[in-house]
């Protein structure tokens, strides 16, 4: 019974860890400086997408995810960890 117990309070642990929020903000641009258009940001990998950049190539996401994927066609998708809350520039390049 001690070990069940031990077993349950451990995943409790883990999944309260895991629903910390983080409040990110940034910049996406492309190896130029200029701002990205239109990229998504993709966080919890099951379509839950946040928002899309605007004309300037910001956004502002609050997530309990542990990383995001800013991603935009022709260009390579970019991994970014999430375990505190962060200010970000992103530099996607063509692919």
């Given at each position: 019974?001690?070990?069940?117990?031990?077993?349950?309070?451990l995943?409790?642990?883990?999944?309260?860890?895991?629903?910390?929020?983080?409040?990110?903000?940034?910049?996406?641009?492309?190896?130029?400086?200029?701002?990205?258009?239109?990229?998504?940001?993709?966080?919890?990998?099951r379509?839950?997408?946040?928002?899309s950049?605007?004309?300037?190539?910001?956004?502002?996401?609050?997530?309990?995810?542990?990383?995001?994927?800013?991603?935009?066609?022709?260009?390579?998708?970019?991994?970014?960890?999430?375990?505190?809350?962060?200010?970000?520039?992103?530099?996607?390049?063509?692919?």
């Amino acid at each position: 019974m001690g070990r069940t117990i031990l077993a349950f309070l451990l995943i409790a642990s883990g999944l309260a860890q895991g629903q910390a929020m983080h409040s990110i903000s940034g910049v996406v641009v492309d190896i130029d400086g200029k701002p990205v258009r239109g990229a998504r940001i993709d966080h919890g990998g099951r379509g839950n997408f946040g928002p899309s950049t605007g004309e300037d190539g910001r956004f502002t996401l609050r997530t309990g995810a542990p990383a995001v994927v800013v991603r935009k066609p022709g260009y390579q998708g970019y991994r970014l960890l999430t375990s505190t809350d962060a200010v970000v520039r992103v530099v996607l390049h063509s692919g």
